[in-house]
């Protein structure tokens, strides 16, 4: 068994599963909020075309809770399979040692930037709950709750850096892959 193939700790593992699971709720959750979007915004028009009755408040909740949910949940999961936008026109040059060095770095830079703006949403929902914030528009709405969204995708988004940082370092000598970079953990491969 080579150094790349060695189990990695069962705490990384457990973590690694339990994060897994939870990028894969927040495409869930990302994926309801598009389906009521669509469904609240069709009934909007229709209620609109055939009554002449507007549903109120239509779009201040697709506004302050549907797109954020939609836009910022899969995050998390972005970040997991590392489809984010990168640019490789020097990484592909690099050593393998020099890519996961780059990759690590890459991966702590993202890890600090999300944990910055994960505190700083964190006390503007804290602040808004406070608050009772609210939006008023067609109708009075309450968009404190919404405010939640922006903090716990960003921890997720962290949690996923840094076990990936985590995981490069741990396999020292095998080259960070491009795709779903938690995939094997847990299930780890058998030489043959």
Known sequence: MTTSQKALPRPFR???????????LSMVFAGIALVLMTVHVVADVTARVV??????????????YYMVAAIVFPAGYLERRDEHITVELFYMRLSPFG???????????????????????????????????????????????????????FALLVLVAVLNVVRVVLRPHETPTNKDTTADVGEERTAG
Do not use: H
């Open 51 to 64: 009554f002449n009755s507007p549903i109120p408040g239509t779009l201040e909740i697709v506004a302050f």
């Open 14 to 24: 457990a973590a690694t599963r339990l994060v897994r699971r939870a990028t894969d």
């Open 99 to 153: 890519q996961r060095i780059c990759y690590a770095f890459s991966g702590l830079l993202t890890a600090v930037f999300f944990s910055i703006f994960a505190y700083q949403s964190w006390l503007d929902a804290l602040k808004a709950t406070r608050t009772r914030e609210m939006v008023m528009g067609a109708a009075q709405i309450e968009i404190w709750p919404a405010r939640y969204v922006l903090p716990i995708s």
